[in-house]
């Protein structure tokens, strides 16, 4: 593969991409892909000191302009320092989050301006859109069930996680929106199944994805 290719998982609280992004990973390593697994906000060592501040919500105070600006340069130095350079050598980037998940979460449910959110998104990501978005889509309440029964006893949920589920539900009909304004690039997984269904779902979507690619000849 002269270039690499570029997946990115997006979605709810508790829909399992964590899970089904190991998965992938062990499947696309089986058949001698170079595979880089990487998550947002972080990914990189500035991404990563900038995660904290954003989960832990001490920016919240200072409103989701500052979220979003916070987000994109955590975005910003994780596209610089790990994704373009992996996607130049030729590798597979599977990426938990990335920028559907600023649009929605700032964008949709923070209520910020569609033409600020796009102008940082573009400074953000610098050309680089992901190939494929794999949404996997869950009923809020289900999915903050799960989310709640893997964290432990001792943690709070975080920033995000604490909201009411109908923020979860508007950030849910938003992934949706976005996957039908680019179905050239969106695909919803239904996530409500069980997790080999995904699974299987998942990997028909980027094996057929990786095909096209190589039958295209694009990039
Ligand atoms: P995390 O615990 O990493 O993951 P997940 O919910 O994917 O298992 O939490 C990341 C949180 O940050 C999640 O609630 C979504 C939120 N987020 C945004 O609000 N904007 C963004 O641009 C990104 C990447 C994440």
Same mark, same amino acid.
């Given at each position: 593969?002269?270039?690499?290719?570029?997946?990115?998982?997006?979605?709810?609280?508790?829909?399992?991409?964590?899970?089904?992004?190991?998965?992938?990973?062990?499947?696309?390593?089986?058949?001698?892909?170079?595979?880089?697994?990487?998550?947002?906000?972080?990914?990189?060592?500035?991404?990563?000191?900038?995660?904290?501040v954003l989960?832990?919500g001490a920016a919240e105070p200072f409103g989701p302009k500052m979220e979003a600006l916070l987000?994109?340069?955590?975005?910003?130095?994780?596209?610089?320092?790990?994704?373009?350079?992996?996607?130049?050598?030729?590798?597979?980037?599977?990426?938990?989050?990335? @920028? !559907?998940? $600023? &649009?929605?979460?700032?964008? *949709?449910?923070g209520?910020?301006?569609? /033409?600020?959110?796009?102008?940082? #998104?573009?400074?953000?990501?610098?050309?680089?859109?992901?190939?494929?978005?794999?949404?996997?889509?869950?009923?809020?309440?289900?999915?903050?069930?799960?989310?709640?029964?893997?964290?432990?006893?001792?943690?709070?949920?975080?920033r995000?996680?604490?909201?009411?589920?109908?923020?979860?539900?508007?950030?849910?009909?938003?992934?949706?929106?976005?996957?039908?304004?680019?179905?050239?690039?969106?695909?919803? @997984? !239904?996530? $409500? &199944?069980?997790?080999?269904? *995904?699974?299987?779902?998942?990997?028909? /979507?980027?094996?057929?994805?990786? #095909?096209?690619?190589?039958?295209?000849?694009?990039?």
């Amino acid at each position: 593969m002269a270039k690499g290719f570029f997946i990115t998982f997006e979605g709810g609280e508790g829909a399992g991409k964590s899970t089904q992004i190991e998965l992938l990973a062990a499947k696309l390593r089986a058949k001698k892909y170079a595979i880089l697994v990487t998550r947002e906000p972080g990914g990189s060592p500035g991404a990563e000191a900038v995660r904290h501040v954003l989960l832990s919500g001490a920016a919240e105070p200072f409103g989701p302009k500052m979220e979003a600006l916070l987000f994109a340069a955590a975005r910003s130095d994780h596209v610089e320092q790990v994704i373009r350079p992996a996607i130049e050598r030729g590798a597979i980037v599977l990426c938990d989050r990335f @920028i !559907d998940s $600023s &649009r929605v979460y700032q964008g *949709v449910t923070g209520g910020l301006d569609p /033409a600020f959110m796009e102008v940082v #998104e573009q400074v953000s990501i610098n050309g680089m859109v992901p190939d494929m978005t794999l949404i996997l889509d869950i009923d809020p309440a289900e999915g903050l069930k799960r989310a709640a029964v893997r964290r432990s006893p001792n943690d709070a949920p975080d920033r995000f996680e604490k909201e009411t589920v109908s923020i979860h539900q508007q950030r849910r009909e938003a992934f949706l929106a976005i996957a039908a304004s680019e179905p050239q690039r969106c695909v919803v @997984i !239904d996530a $409500s &199944r069980s997790p080999s269904e *995904v699974e299987d779902a998942i990997t028909t /979507a980027v094996f057929g994805g990786l #095909e096209a690619r190589m039958t295209a000849g694009i990039k």
